[in-house]
């Protein structure tokens, strides 16, 4: 295939340098420089006019012409004219060589740099593979049509922490972040000194809301268990020796899942007391049964629990298998995206089912949705049988997967910059900045806002750019010191809100 790489004089040696690197058999490459400095700024006149001086011809002999990722120009007639695909390359130049590396077998977009079409590319074929891989596997069996076992993907049960203490109202915009992150089971915790009623209100609260999503309650109470049951619960957390028999029967009736777990006096026999309580609920005749060792947390024996779980999957290799993470997340002062990631993948070796989070702590929250990004990762990476690496889906958020070059100058002729003390009133106003949810919109779409004073305006945006671009057009400010300091500080706003973190006007974000 014979590709043509059209740049400009700035970038030339940085595109020759990539194209020299790359090494591909199948691909020969060239480049045409333009007489312009910038490639971004490349138009189909200059693009002629360097075409028509560097070949004879006006037809090209090239299967394809790639420009700058950055270019917004129109090149559609000179594409008739010259019979040849012109397509946007990548933004940057090293990023040609992964540009390459798929040009025999992608249409790259006229409109989209490579680099972005990629990615997205490889998303919707990871997609995909998710959704085949899903379909062609036989579950153990499914809650509500969810597939659990077998070698499906690892499902994400969010809890509901104290959910009988919370009012409907509650209750559906907790589930509602959950099921926009990615929740497959929804599990009503029970706080400590709840009765039957309260069980029974929290059940039909996340029905009323939610009646096709697995439900399950999280108790080891018998008489509370009987109650999620009666109302309508899919799955209960948990059985053990002392409650097996008392709920056995109800569970066994209404085709209950259940998760058994070992007796919390055998620290010394975890294994052997779960084994023993799986047989106890299938003699009281359960047929659905999840095991769970139980993953303590770091200090508490999280090794010892992990070669558990190891030991119980030697013995018992088909049992769906829970997994408690958030064990872990909710007792470490980490960022929990590597935490949960990193377990994913742990559980993802153990061959376990179910992954298991509340988002109780603030430093917590977002981990559904990590977990579920992470599940998928790892289930792309177990049918592909590499690292999850490269797999369309990443959880990296403050962390690069490939560092940008850095601008080497030389020093001199350098202006130091140095911040101005003096502070000046606009006399248009100023502005309060913060984040904030619109009433009716829940948690999911949370926005940047900036009231002005004295007119009291609001204005509201996802981005720092739209927020300020609508300051500018309704004219409200006149001082260019002022737009420096609103752009730093909507920016400020932008990032807390990708990043999910708490955001103050005038304070440092980290």
Known sequence: MKILLATGRKAEGM??????TTNFAHIDCDVLTQDLSIAAFSTPKSLRKAFEKHFISKKSDYDL????????ADFSRLEKEITTPIRLGPRHAYDIGDTLQFAEEMQFSSHIPADVFLAEKRKENAKQQLYKLESGVKEKFSIKGVKIGGGVRMKICAELVDATRLNEG???QKIEHFMNSGADIIDIGIHVGANPGEVKKAVKAVLAFAPDVPLSVDTLDAELILAGIETGADMVLSLNKENISEVGDEIRENDIVAVVIPDFDASDKNN???FANIKRAKEQGIKHVIADPVLNAVGYGIAKSLYNYYLFRLQDKSTPLFFGVGNVTELMDADSVGINATLAGIASELNADILFTPEYSDKAIGSVRELRIASEMMTLAKARKSAPKDVGFDLLMLKEKRRKPVVQLQDKELIVAKGDKKWRLDPKGCFKIGICEIEGEGDSDKKIYAEHSPTGKRIVGRSAKEVMDTILRLDMVSLLEHVSY??????????ALRLNRSYEQDEALF
Request: charged share 35%; net charge neutral.
């Open 15 to 20: 595109v020759k340098d990539a194209v020299r």
């Open 170 to 172: 509650e209750i559906h």
């Open 486 to 495: 609103l752009s730093k500080e909507l920016t400020k706003a932008e990032l």
């Open 65 to 72: 012409i790639l420009l700058s990722g950055l270019c917004k």
């Open 272 to 274: 052997e007391s779960l």
